[in-house]
């Protein structure tokens, strides 16, 4: 009986620990075009473009700091040299979101070095003391090998 008791003890101060260390929580705020995946991903659908188009796709994510702490976003990956970021008009990091804040997320795909075909490419922001697999924004589409439509 003793081993049971200290196994759910355990169990109990482990729980206790793994909630306690919950990374901080920035979360995307739902918006026209932006489809939320999960608590830790959203992606923005866009309408097939020509290879041959010079101007980027860009979409802005809203992204809430839902914790009443001072959130630090200190790095950001992308999936290739294509896509490009801009945190709250900033290009720098690290950047600070205040408790309650909402920031501005813009990311940019850029036509160069893409093939016809279905696309997908990612950012990934990490936050300082956050969890490892940061909190994804993507853009999806179809790439079309035509001539660019006037505008």
């Known amino acids: 009986m003793i081993p049971f008791r200290l196994s759910a003890i355990l169990f109990v101060l482990l729980c206790a620990f793994r909630a306690s260390a919950a990374p901080p ?3 995307v705020v739902p918006s026209a075009g932006t489809v ?3 608590s830790k991903a959203a992606f923005w659908k866009f309408a097939p473009r020509s290879l041959s188009d010079e101007k980027p796709l860009t979409h802005t994510f809203l992204l809430h700091n839902d914790t009443k ?3 630090t976003i200190e790095r950001v990956a992308v999936s290739c040299d294509c896509v490009q970021t801009e945190i709250n008009e900033s290009k ?3 950047v600070k979101v205040l408790p309650g804040q909402t920031v501005p997320v813009q990311v940019s795909l850029s036509m160069h070095r893409l093939v016809p075909g279905p696309v997908s490419k990612s950012a990934w922001l990490y ?3 956050g969890s490892a697999d940061g909190l994804r924004l993507e ?3 179809t790439i079309k090998n035509e001539p660019p439509t006037s505008r």
Do not use: C, E
Request: glycine letters at 12%; zero cysteines; proline letters at 6%.
């Open 127 to 129: 936050l300082h003391g």
């Open 25 to 27: 929580a920035l979360s």
């Open 92 to 94: 720098s990091l690290p």
């Open 139 to 141: 853009m999806r589409g």
């Open 69 to 71: 702490n001072t959130l």
């Open 36 to 38: 939320l995946v999960s």
